[in-house]
């Protein structure tokens, strides 16, 4: 089992930064991708940004540019930087981890932009 926990959400102003931060922990042995989804009332769950293993990562458009994912292998970490935040990047955020091919999940941290 690997359990994720992350911080970093909150209320913030359209044109602001948010670091959202999400660490694993368990009985890990091999962590291939991490990533970042989100959700906003009546929409689905869409991907935000994943990295592999190798550092190899993949954005959403809507935030290319904007937001920027990064991984820290030894402490099992990933993080999302959000910059030039938008009203419409208001969501629940959730971190993603597939471990030995099973998909875990956070519980899901409230990013707000007010604009």
């Known amino acids: 089992q690997v359990q994720l926990v992350e911080s970093g959400g909150g209320l913030v102003q359209a044109g602001g930064s948010l670091r959202l931060s999400c660490t694993a922990s368990?009985?890990?042995?091999?962590?291939?991708?991490m990533g970042w989804y989100r959700q906003s009332p009546g929409k689905q769950r869409e991907l935000v940004a994943v990295?592999?293993?190798?550092?190899?990562?993949n954005y959403a458009d809507s935030v290319k540019d904007r937001f920027t994912i990064s991984r820290d292998n030894a402490k099992n970490t990933v993080s999302l930087r959000m910059n030039s935040l938008k009203a419409e990047d208001t969501a629940v955020y959730y971190c993603?981890?597939?471990?030995?091919?099973?998909?875990?999940w956070g519980q899901g941290t409230q990013v707000t932009v007010s604009s």
């Open positions: 993603n981890v597939v471990h030995f091919g099973t998909t875990y």
């Open positions: 368990g009985r890990i042995f091999d962590i291939n991708a």
């Open positions: 990295i592999t293993s190798g550092g190899t990562t």
